[in-house]
Each structure stands twice: as structure tokens, then as C-alpha cells.
């Protein structure tokens, strides 16, 4: 028995290594990929820092009790890691230039600032969100990007097999909530039907409420995709991102529950590297080209970005703006010019002198 784990361990090690290599020859990556063994679920974990390098964290012995008899052990863990490499690596975009985000002017333009203003607008507030450093506007930001992504590998790999199989061990053996529900359904709307092999694996985890069903058929009416053939190229393109966003979170924001907002976190594929937006110093640059864009474009007017509270952003812009202030001063110090004044002491004269002059 401890051999046959040596070896299926071994066997998962080597094939990811090469799944790793031919993904990144596919879609041109030039950036590093590090590979690091856990053993802790979820068994695929990844991250890319600043769409430049990726991190991945695997475990190789990925136990898959409650996966589909079907589809092998080899198949179900080749299958997640050609989707977790993918997935990454489609944050920054393949070789065509499609994915999602692409960069971080993108990323804040036209999806974290459009997702703020809705979730600001019906009182939803930014507080800290789940148990991956988000807050509840860049988990929506990242909920948004990861549709995007999930949808062109899946396109790509000819099923979603690799895509359920991650989401699959995610959900865990329990039923799940809305949110993760709209989450799964919009992408299997949104990729080819013939590439649906796979999904059968998530439906357990669908409660099939009437009210994550309308969320969902109302985005995808909304969006116009009834109409769109290649879904995914659409959705990776930014120059539908502003309206796409806007209508994600205006229809996900209603399976929020707003008495116990928490209860909505489910966790992403891969850590979260919008964190960053989190950092005193990144909110301060950010409030900066805020406010220089403002300048720029004639507005006149500053307004922070939503997802940064008003009284920091509004700091680290007049933290910045103070060093340019030009003051005034003279180079040289005035001299004062006083007159000498003489002190003595005489005797105290009882004749011409009073009781308050004694010293
Ligand atoms: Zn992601």
C-alpha cells in the first residue's frame, strides 16, 4: 500500500511538471512558475504575483474519494493541474492576448471600480471579506476575473472536466451557497456545450433555488451572451469588462446575505494577489494617479477610488501634495534690534522709594 502512494505520488509529480512546461510553451508564458508540495486540501492552490510569476502548490498523493468513478485518478489530477497552470497563467493572457485582467490598470478601471460603485450604491460595505485577504469588492473582483479565466481554459482543453474537478474537492462533501452556485452555473452557460463533460461532478452541490436561478439567467440575458457564439473570447475581451462587471455584481449582490455577509465567502481557486490593493502604500500610488488623472482629464474634481476609504486616500494625497507645496520663507533670519538696558541694585531709600520695590 505505501508503495502504491510512492508511486502514484511520484507518477502526479512528474506528469505535472510536463503539464506545467507544455502549457507554458502553448501560451508563450515568460515568467517564472515555482512548484511546491503540500498536503493540506484544497489540493491545488496557485497564485500570480503582479502577472508576472506563478506560484503553485500542489499535493501530489490529491486524494479524490468523492470524484466520479468514471475518470481515473491520473486523468482527474492531470486534468485539475492543466486548469490550475492555465487558469494563472490566463490572469496575465495567452498567446493571443486573451484573458483577465491582463494588468493592474485594467483590472481597477474597468472591473474593481465599476464592482465598487455598485456594491457602494446598494450599502454594501467594504469590510473584510473571507479567510484570503480580500475585501468584499476585490472578492467580487477576483470572483469576476476567475469567470473569465475558467471559461477560456475550458474552452481551450475541450471540456471542463479539470475546472470541475478543482471545484469539485473546493465545495468539499457539503451543499454549498448561492453565490458559489451562480458562480459555477454562469461558467457552464458560458462555455461550449460540447465541452461540458465534467460538470455532472458539481451538480450535487446545487440547491436550485429559485432566486440563484434568476441571478443567474439574468446576467446572462443582460449581457447579450444568448446571441454570442464564442463566449469566452467575448468575456476576456476588456473592452466589454466595464458593462460586464457592472451587471456580475448587480446580480451576485442580491445572493449576498446582508445579515450575515460572511456567510457568503467561499473560497478561490489560487490565493489572492489583490491583497495588494489592501497596502497603505499601493492605496497611497493609487490615490495619487486618482487624483493626477482627475487633474489631467480636466475634471477638476478628485474622487478616491471606492474600494479605499475616503479619510486614507485622502491622506496620502495630501501627504504627497504637501512635499510640492511652495512656501514662502526668507533665506536669512531678521536681526532684532533691541535696546541695552541697564540693571543695578542701590539701597533700598525709605524716603522716595515704595514697599513694592523691595527686592
Ligand atoms: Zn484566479
Redesign the pocket.
Known amino acids: 500500500m505505501a508503495k502504491k502512494t510512492q508511486n502514484k505520488q511520484e507518477r502526479n509529480k512528474d506528469s505535472l511538471k510536463e503539464i506545467v512546461d507544455k502549457e507554458r510553451a502553448k501560451t508563450r508564458f515568460t515568467g517564472d512558475v515555482k512548484i511546491e508540495e503540500k498536503s493540506s486540501r484544497p489540493s491545488f492552490d496557485g497564485i500570480i504575483y503582479r502577472f508576472q510569476n506563478v506560484s503553485l502548490k500542489v499535493n501530489c498523493s490529491y486524494p479524490r474519494s468523492v470524484l466520479r468513478h468514471d475518470i481515473s485518478d491520473g486523468e482527474a489530477f492531470d486534468s485539475a493541474s492543466e486548469h490550475l497552470i492555465g ?2 497563467i490566463l ?1 496575465k493572457g495567452n498567446e493571443k492576448g486573451e484573458g483577465c485582467p491582463k494588468n493592474e490598470d485594467l483590472e481597477m478601471r474597468t472591473i474593481l471600480i465599476p464592482i465598487s460603485k455598485v456594491l457602494a450604491s446598494k450599502g454594501i460595505p467594504n469590510i473584510p471579506f473571507g479567510s484570503q485577504g480580500h475585501t468584499l469588492y476585490t472578492y467580487f473582483t ?1 470572483l469576476f ?2 469567470v473569465g ?1 475558467n471559461v477560456l481554459k475550458a474552452r481551450d482543453a475541450g471540456s471542463v472536466l479539470g475546472f470541475s474537478c478543482l471545484y469539485d474537492e473546493m465545495a468539499g462533501e457539503k451543499k454549498v451557497n448561492p453565490m458559489y452556485e451562480a458562480f459555477i452555473k454562469i461558467q457552464a452557460l458560458l462555455a461550449p456545450r460540447k465541452n461540458l463533460r465534467g460538470i455532472s461532478l458539481l451538480k450535487k452541490h446545487f440547491h436550485n433555488d429559485k432566486k440563484t436561478n434568476k441571478a443567474v439567467r439574468n446576467f446572462m440575458s443582460r449581457s447579450g451572451f444568448d446571441k454570442i457564439e464564442d463566449k469566452a473570447g467575448y468575456f476576456s475581451n476588456e473592452a466589454n469588462w466595464e458593462k460586464l462587471s457592472t451587471i456580475f455584481a448587480e446580480e451576485l449582490s442580491d445572493l449576498l446575505d446582508k445579515q450575515d455577509l460572511q456567510s457568503s465567502f467561499f473560497i ?3 490565493g489572492n494577489d489583490l491583497a495588494r490593493y489592501n497596502d497603505p502604500l499601493v492605496q497611497e500610488g493609487l490615490s495619487i494617479k486618482a487624483y493626477n488623472s482627475a487633474k489631467k482629464g480636466g475634471q477638476g474634481v478628485f474622487t478616491p477610488p471606492l474600494f479605499i476609504p475616503n479619510n486614507l486616500s485622502l491622506l496620502a494625497l495630501y501627504r504627497k501634495l504637501a512635499k510640492n507645496i511652495q512656501v514662502k520663507t526668507a533665506s536669512h533670519s531678521e536681526k532684532v534690534e533691541m535696546p541695552v538696558a541697564y540693571i543695578d541694585k542701590r539701597k533700598f531709600d525709605l524716603r522716595k522709594d515704595t514697599l513694592e520695590q523691595l527686592t
Do not use: A, F, T, Y
Open positions: 487558469h494563472e490572469h477576483n476575473e476567475d479565466v478561490l481557486l489560487g
